[in-house]
């Protein structure tokens, strides 16, 4: 079955306390993304990556990085994580940039 | 700056009649204009892309318009299972996708 799967689902965490957030896709999709969800402000882009090795900043990139060193692999790494960084994340994979994307099931994170 | 704006933020409609969801956007040159649906605790599902204007996509009772400045998501005879959010993304030259806030539809049988 095609998917996007995310792991984990739920997460609740201290202020500085490093995280990653695995991302991984079965399409052989070349673009990946991460979004994360907060009410009122809909999906903003965090960060993306158009094929290996390649990744691009988004709309709200501060506090998270990102690696794709395999195609199927996405994840995103909170380094020092804040509370401001509460939110609900989703990865979604396309075949390409303008394609239409395919979502993961998301990840809540709650930092304290 | 890109944005993208969805209309109305909440829409209640009785089962059967027949409504339009709004996107207007400004992007530097548009790559892609994308319609989901999301259901509450899941990922954006997705329903139509859009990629110049005077195109539309339909599927069962939904259809969606493109002009240059906004798109339309057509219900028509919205049945309760139809209740979800949508909404709208767009892809501009620069690669970057931006998302409107949404707009939730409730659907009464």
């Known amino acids: 079955e095609a998917q996007v799967t995310q792991n984990p689902r739920y997460l609740i965490t201290v202020t500085g306390k490093k995280l990653t957030v695995t991302c991984s896709q079965n399409m052989n999709h070349e673009y990946m993304s991460w979004y994360r969800q907060d009410p009122g402000l809909g999906l903003r882009q965090i960060y993306y990556?158009?094929?290996?090795?390649?990744?691009d900043k988004g709309d709200v990139p501060e506090g998270y990085k990102v690696s794709r060193k395999e195609k199927r692999n996405f994840p995103l790494i909170l380094e020092s994580p804040s509370p401001n960084q509460t939110s609900l994340y989703f990865c979604?994979?396309?075949?390409?940039?303008?394609?239409?994307?395919?979502f993961g099931d998301g990840t809540r994170l709650s930092i304290l | 700056e890109d944005q993208v704006t969805q209309s109305p933020e909440a829409l209640r409609l009785q089962e059967g009649e027949s409504s339009s969801l709004n996107c207007s956007y400004t992007v530097s040159g548009l790559r892609g204009l994308f319609w989901y649906r999301q259901d509450p605790g899941k990922g954006p599902e997705f329903l139509f892309t859009l990629y110049s204007a005077g195109e539309e996509k339909e599927k069962e009772r939904l259809k969606a318009t493109l002009t240059k400045k906004e798109s339309f998501l057509h219900i028509t005879a919205p049945k309760p299972e139809d209740s979800a959010t949508y909404l709208c993304?767009?892809?501009?030259?620069?690669?970057?996708?931006?998302f409107g806030a949404g707009t939730r539809l409730t659907v009464k049988p």
């Open positions: 990556s158009m094929n290996v090795e390649v990744t």
């Open positions: 979604a994979s396309s075949l390409a940039a303008n394609q239409p994307q395919h």
């Open positions: 993304a767009v892809q501009a030259q620069d690669n970057d996708m931006r």
